[in-house]
């Protein structure tokens, strides 16, 4: 008996919002305890560059904020990049999290300020916008091509935030963010059947 495309569909979308909700719901959580009971201790094991107990942050870092502007700020570009980033395979968004979350936190481990404590899922979503723009050069087909214009055109003046800009944000982790997301479009395999 074979299954039908209809609910293969069904069943890969309800997966992608499965992932994406548990995600934005962990965000959520984590933030409002943190800001009406912790009153914002939690942020201690963001990155802290430089530290042996910093290094715990690479881990904790993309699921804490500080505050719920920059919270609401990363919700909508997580949910709508992560989902892109599912759009071939759903699998790939747990590589490219994984990559990113590495790269990002390592690059801001060893050259951010050793002063300095860097936490949020822009880490994240600057992956997942370095993975989206380049997958198409990568993998060279009509869909990821596609993608990467749609990309370009939605996100692209996003790029400008790998840029030292405004002090409090953390311009290193949107650097290291994105090269992760350039590694990931470059090791995920480029024959993608879909």
């Known amino acids: 008996m074979s299954r039908s495309p209809n609910n293969d569909l069904s069943r890969e979308i309800k997966k992608q919002v499965t992932i994406l909700g548990s995600f934005v719901s962990i965000f959520w959580i984590t933030e409002l305890i943190d800001i009406f009971i912790l009153q914002g201790r939690l942020n201690q094991y963001g990155i802290k560059p430089q530290s042996l107990i910093g290094l715990r942050g690479i881990l904790f870092a993309p699921f804490l904020h500080g505050g719920l502007p920059h919270l609401i700020g990363n919700t909508v570009p997580f949910l709508v990049l992560g989902w892109l980033v599912m759009l071939q395979e759903t699998n790939d ?88 997301g350039i590694l990931a479009a470059k090791l995920i395999p480029t024959k993608k059947t879909r």
């Open 93 to 180: 968004f747990w590589i490219v999290t994984a990559l990113t979350m590495l790269v990002g936190g390592l690059g801001v481990w060893l050259f951010a300020a050793p002063t300095s404590i860097h936490i949020g899922a822009s880490i994240l979503i600057f992956g997942y916008l370095g993975f989206l723009l380049l997958r198409g050069y990568f993998q060279r087909n009509w869909p990821s091509i596609f993608l990467s214009v749609l990309v370009a055109f939605l996100y692209g003046e996003l790029v400008l935030g790998v840029l030292p800009s405004a002090r409090g944000i953390s311009w290193q982790g949107h650097l290291f963010g994105f090269l992760g």
